[in-house]
């Protein structure tokens, strides 16, 4: 008997042959190898998260920051790191909107170079808002404490992304450091 294959990165779905794109494709009816640096570049205008908040444009200015925005999601990858250091004890925030790819969220200290985490905390509900609110030591003088924020993505169904190029997500982080934060409360208190 004949046996007929569809050419790579198509797929048969139902009675249509070669009729979607393969698990490995995307952009059917033009079906391509799902390569996360093209499809970024190619077809999606979102910002992506950063992999350390340890800059000029977070932190680094002067350990304040706040960011909000909707970010890319690279379902590909399942998930992305952001290391952050505290010199001064200070409050941290994270919020993920529910979104229809479950996104968890971790933060971990870590040593100096990124490795050997211990978890503070994890947002872990499937299929809902993730929120997790901490005051997280510094090195009060003594260094730098180092951190690891981790959004961890699970796609329970392919189909939900296949028409899509750009899948993004509502995220906001803050940190701001505690003596900065309660002098700012005390100067408005009056």
Do not use: K
């Not at 959004?151 to 995220?171: E, G, H, I, Q």
Request: aromatic share 12%; proline share 3%.
């Amino acid at each position: 008997t004949p046996h007929c294959t569809c050419d790579a990165h198509y797929a048969t779905a139902g009675d249509a042959r070669c009729g979607a794109c393969a698990a490995d494709a995307t952009g059917y009816p033009e079906c391509a190898p799902y390569d996360t640096a093209l499809t970024r570049a190619g077809r999606c205008r979102a910002p992506l998260l950063p992999t350390t908040f340890d800059t000029v444009s977070f932190l680094g200015y002067n350990g304040h920051m706040h960011v909000q925005d909707e970010f890319y999601v690279d379902v590909a990858a399942r998930r992305h790191d952001v290391a952050f250091s505290l010199e001064r004890e200070s409050v941290f925030r994270v919020y993920v909107d529910e979104h229809f790819v479950d996104i968890d969220v971790w933060l971990s200290e870590t040593d100096a170079d990124g490795e050997h985490a211990r978890v503070i905390d994890m947002g872990v509900g499937i299929g809902t808002e993730e929120s997790l609110y901490h005051v997280l030591g510094g090195g009060d003088g003594g260094g730098a404490r180092h951190y690891r924020l981790t959004f961890r993505y699970f796609l329970w169904d392919a189909a939900a992304t296949r028409d899509v190029d750009c899948v993004t997500f509502n995220v906001e982080v803050a940190v701001a450091p505690t003596r900065a934060l309660a002098a700012r409360i005390a100067r408005y208190h009056d």
